[in-house]
């Protein structure tokens, strides 16, 4: 049985709340399919890069560590924070 592809909401922020969703209930996977276009068209979107790091550390470290170090110039302290934990995790596994 095939998956069916998530439904990416046209709002970023909406569709980083979805992809939070997916992650916690460990849908790494799905997560990514959310992310993916809200990167494509808000290249910049600091958040979208925190959560794409967290979907993406399990399977591929390199790409997740890409997208944390985007995330550490988010203005939000916690996220800032968050990204630095993800990157000693995932430096610490190489």
């Not at 095939?2 to 979805?18: G, V």
């Not at 990514?32 to 958040?47: C, D, S």
């Not at 890069?49 to 550490?72: G, N």
Request: glycine share 0%.
């Amino acid at each position: 049985m095939k998956t069916k592809p998530y439904e990416t909401p046209a709002d970023p922020e909406a569709a980083c709340d979805q992809a939070m969703l997916l992650l916690e209930h460990e849908q790494d996977a799905q997560a990514r399919q959310v992310l993916e276009p809200v990167l494509a068209a808000h290249p910049e979107h600091l958040r979208a890069h925190l959560y794409m790091a967290m979907a993406l550390a399990k399977t591929d470290a390199e790409q997740a560590s890409v997208h944390a170090t985007h995330a550490l110039r988010d203005s939000d302290a916690d996220r800032c924070k968050q990204a630095e934990a993800l990157l000693r995790m995932l430096s610490a596994e190489q």
